[in-house]
């Protein structure tokens, strides 16, 4: 009970750090004159943050919404939201296929990628989230999930334009990439994403990777921020085209 007081304490604290980015991100959205009809894709909803801030600050015509965890599918679910919100009990990647989600203590962390647990960082970030729990796993149980490409959705949902595409999959953003087309790259105006450069996520891919394929689909980066006490960055690359 305790542990669980002091994980959310901590969560908390984060958040509140946090809100000068996405303060940082409404501003350069509504610079780009992205205020309404916004049709927006957001792979890793978590517990719905994106989509709270898009429907508080935006005009909103359609958000599809990815969640691979059931527990916190089942919690979006039950949110009243609007019927231009999708929410979708899928992961995404450059495949159709299946992977193995692994669940953190702190569920924003949770990733299809291995985790490297002899990293300073993992260490560093394991003790303080099992200050007072006894189970000293950080990875709190694994689940089966269904992954899907961004192609076959663009397809199925018969997708003509994206104004943002927001990725947040811990280390995972590079596969979701290599799932568009260039057809449908061309649809998209602008690419949200988060970058972890800490060696805990076993990634087997760099910044370098993502920025390269970015460029070589006409997409330039327009905005950077640190993410407070992480070793993660926010950026936005948009569409020359």
Known sequence: MIN?????FIIFILSIFDLS????????????CLEENLDIIDIGAHKGETIDFF?????????????PNHELYN????????KSVEILNF?????????????????????FNNINQQTKYFKRKNKYLS????????????????????ASIFTNKDIEKIDILKIDTEGYELNILKGITDKNFKKI??????????????????????NHLLLSKDFKQSFKTKMKFRKSFEYIYKNQS
Do not use: C
């Open 55 to 67: 429907l508080n600050n935006f005009k909103v015509n359609k958000i599809y919404s990815f969640e």
């Open 131 to 150: 200050l007072f729990d006894k189970d000293k796993n950080y990875i709190k149980k694994t689940q089966e999930a269904k992954l899907i490409s961004l």
């Open 189 to 210: 105006k602008f690419i949200l994403f988060e970058h972890h450069y800490d060696l805990m996520i076993e990634k087997k891919y760099k910044f370098s990777d993502i």
């Open 21 to 32: 980015n996405k303060l940082k991100i409404k501003i350069f959205f509504k610079n780009q």
């Open 75 to 82: 919690h979006l679910i039950k949110k009243n939201y609007p």
């Open 4 to 8: 669980n007081f002091i994980n959310k």
């Open 91 to 111: 992961g995404v990647s450059n495949l159709e296929t299946s992977g193995i989600l692994r669940i953190m203590k702190d569920t924003s962390s949770s990733t």
